[in-house]
């Protein structure tokens, strides 16, 4: 799991199980990076970035998804 890598690095992580949970622990705490995947339960990935662009503009973004498209790609 990417989260017991990241630690062992050295990183302190949160994980969310869908977006809303994501969007909870953003408003609460400062965060470096988030990671994203694109599909995600109740929501998903560009919807979140969107999100993230008004709420916490400073704050870099990186998606990723496992289903890529071009589509989304270029919107992400």
């Known amino acids: 799991m990417q989260k017991d890598w990241l630690t062992r690095e050295g990183y302190e992580v949160m994980t ?3 977006a809303a ?3 909870r622990l ?3 705490a400062d965060f470096d990076l ?3 995947d694109v599909r995600l339960p109740e929501g ?3 919807s ?3 999100w993230l662009k008004k709420e916490k503009p400073g704050i870099p973004v990186v998606i990723m998804t496992e289903y890529a498209s071009y589509p989304d790609a ?3």
């Open 16 to 18: 969310a199980i869908d």
């Open 21 to 23: 949970v994501a969007r």
């Open 26 to 28: 953003i408003r609460k």
């Open 34 to 36: 988030i990671l994203s």
């Open 44 to 46: 998903d990935g560009l």
């Open 48 to 50: 979140l970035l969107a």
């Open 74 to 76: 270029v919107k992400a």
